[in-house]
């Protein structure tokens, strides 16, 4: 006789992945290889219960496109969620909400002021990459999202970010005059996302097969961009993605 061992999403969470942030980053980046939704409540409640983690836009994207792809278990969270601890709640409301999910209900319970608060919240679209001073986040954001789900898109607009070489030269050429920077313009804020959409696909493409295929197919598709092609062939020889 066989024996079938039924895993529900409680008896899954007695064996966390992580104890810390750091172990916690760890699971998220390969959690598109090997998904384990059953760990999403656990990993709320750790990043709620830390002050800084609990701020970073990226860790916010990442549990965004993890509940937007996983309609049960965000279901299961928010039938859980009035017994959590308050900053558990006061964190996951917004996320839920950018998700797609009704979360007024949610709202009893809280103080008025943190209803305020709450309904005021206003996380960045990671794919809206006007070149403001959040441009960097939502890059992080991107890979964040890849991270939830392994979809090609947010690399797409990652990989897009390498068409702006033009501004990366005019940033190094400001730096290199010692000229003072009054202001973050246009062209700064996007040569410096340049240099790091490159760094950043030459570090993650090391590690994670996925990220190689989707960079092979926008190496070879007549969509993509002379310019930006040619830099996806100068992946590793750029120094300008290769410094620490």
């Known amino acids: 006789d066989r024996t079938i061992d039924v895993k529900t999403l409680e008896s899954a969470r007695k064996q966390v ?3 810390d942030i750091k172990t916690l980053g760890r699971w998220m980046q390969r959690y598109h290889v090997t998904p384990d939704p059953a760990l999403l409540l656990p990993g709320l409640r750790l990043v709620a219960a830390d002050e800084k983690a609990r701020s970073m836009f990226n860790i916010m994207a990442f549990f965004i496109a993890a509940f937007k792809s996983n309609p049960i278990v965000a279901a299961e969270v928010i039938r ?14 917004p996320l839920l909400r950018s998700a797609g999910y009704p979360t007024e209900p949610l709202m009893d319970g809280f103080t008025e002021r943190d209803k305020t608060i709450l309904r ?8 809206d990459i006007k070149p403001d ?27 897009s970010m390498l068409a702006w ?3 990366h030269d005019k940033f190094t050429k400001l730096q290199e005059s010692g000229q003072k920077r009054t202001e973050l313009t246009d062209t700064i804020m996007r040569g410096v996302v340049f240099a790091a959409a490159g760094w950043s696909l030459n570090a993650l493409s090391r590690n994670d097969e996925l990220v190689v295929d989707y960079i092979d197919a926008f190496k070879s598709s007549p969509d993509t961009p002379a310019p930006v092609k040619a830099e996806l062939a100068n992946l590793y020889t750029n120094p300008a993605f290769t410094r620490k």
Request: no cysteine; aromatic share 12%; charged share 25%.
């Open 120 to 127: 005021s919240i206003e996380i960045p679209d990671p794919f």
């Open 80 to 93: 859980k969620l009035p017994s959590e601890h308050p900053w558990t709640r006061l964190y996951a409301v």
């Open 17 to 19: 992945a992580f104890t």
């Open 165 to 167: 070489r033009e501004d």
């Open 133 to 159: 001073r959040l441009l960097p986040h939502k890059m992080d954001m991107l890979w964040a999202t890849f991270f939830a789900t392994g979809r090609i898109e947010p690399v797409k607009i990652i990989i």
